[in-house]
T-cell receptor, first 116, second 113 residues
Framework: DAGVIQSPRHEVTEMGQEVTLRCKPI?????LFWYRQTMMRGLELLIY????????DSGMPEDRFSAKMPNASFSTLKIQPSEPRDSAVYFC??????????????FGPGTRLTVL | QKEVEQNSGPLSVPEGAIASLNCTYS??????FFWYRQYSGKSPELIMF????GDKEDGRFTAQLNKASQYVSLLIRDSQPSDSATYLC?????????????FGTGTRLQVTL
C-alpha cells in the first residue's frame, strides 16, 4: 500500500509568492494532520482534520496560511503571500481514528520549502 | 515552560551500550505517550507507544512511564550505529475526536563505533 503522498518534495520560491502544498493520505484514514518542522521550534502541528472537517487550526501561524480538505483523499496547505520565515519542512500525516487510546500517525516524506 | 521537553543532545553512546532518552511533559491530563525516530532528511516513524505506568518492552527498546512525575523515557539496549537518529517524544492529550500529538524538539542520538 502507498503511504502518505506529498507534493512537491522541494519548493523554492520568492517572497510574496503563493505556495500550495499537497497531500494524499493513506486510503481509509480519516484524520489528517499538517505539521511544520524547523530546527528552532521542532515539529509543530498546524492544523488537523477529522472526516474532512477542520478540528483544530490553533497552530496556524497567521492568516497567510490556509488549509482545505475537499475530500477524504486530498488536502492542501496554502501560504499566501510567502515569507522567508516560512522556510521549513512541512509534513502531512494521517491516521485511522477509531477511538482507541492511540491512533498511529503515519507521516509523508515532507515538502522542503525555501522562501528567498 | 514547553509542553513537552527533551534534551536536544547530541547524546553519544558507544556501540553495544544502553542509550537512555528522557522526556518530561506539563499536562497532567495527558493520556498516551509516543516515541518517534527520525533519520536525517526523513520523516518521523513510530517506534514505541505507552499509556500505562511502568515499562513496556519491544525488542531492544523499552519505554518507561511515570505519570506522577510526568516523565517518560526510552531505553535502547545494545545500541547500534543504525540507531543514530533524532528521537522525538510525543504526548497525546485529551481530545474527543482525534489523536492530537504534541512533540518535543527531539534528542539527537549518536552511536559511535
Amino acid at each position: 500500500d502507498a503511504g502518505v503522498i506529498q507534493s512537491p518534495r522541494h519548493e523554492v520560491t520568492e517572497m510574496g509568492q503563493e505556495v500550495t502544498l499537497r497531500c494524499k493520505p493513506i486510503s481509509g484514514h480519516n484524520s489528517l494532520f499538517w505539521y511544520r518542522q524547523t530546527m528552532m521550534r521542532g515539529l509543530e502541528l498546524l492544523i488537523y482534520f477529522n472526516n474532512n472537517v477542520p478540528i483544530d487550526d490553533s497552530g496556524m501561524p497567521e492568516d497567510r496560511f490556509s488549509a482545505k480538505m475537499p475530500n477524504a483523499s486530498f488536502s492542501t496547505l496554502k501560504i499566501q503571500p510567502s515569507e522567508p520565515r516560512d522556510s521549513a519542512v512541512y509534513f502531512c500525516a494521517s491516521s485511522a481514528n477509531r477511538g482507541a487510546s492511540y491512533n498511529e500517525q503515519f507521516f509523508g516524506p515532507g515538502t522542503r520549502l525555501t522562501v528567498l | 515552560q514547553k509542553e513537552v521537553e527533551q534534551n536536544s543532545g547530541p547524546l553519544s553512546v558507544p556501540e553495544g551500550a544502553i542509550a537512555s532518552l528522557n522526556c518530561t511533559y506539563s499536562d497532567r491530563g495527558s493520556q498516551s505517550f509516543f516515541w518517534y525516530r527520525q533519520y536525517s532528511g526523513k520523516s518521523p516513524e513510530l517506534i514505541m507507544f505507552i499509556y500505562s505506568n511502568g515499562d513496556k518492552e519491544d525488542g531492544r527498546f523499552t519505554a518507561q512511564l511515570n505519570k506522577a512525575s510526568q516523565y517518560v523515557s526510552l531505553l535502547i539496549r545494545d545500541s547500534q550505529p543504525s540507531d543514530s537518529a533524532t528521537y522525538l517524544c510525543a504526548v497525546k492529550g485529551w481530545t474527543g475526536t482525534a489523536s492530537k500529538l504534541t512533540f518535543g524538539t527531539g534528542t539527537r542520538l549518536q552511536v559511535t563505533l
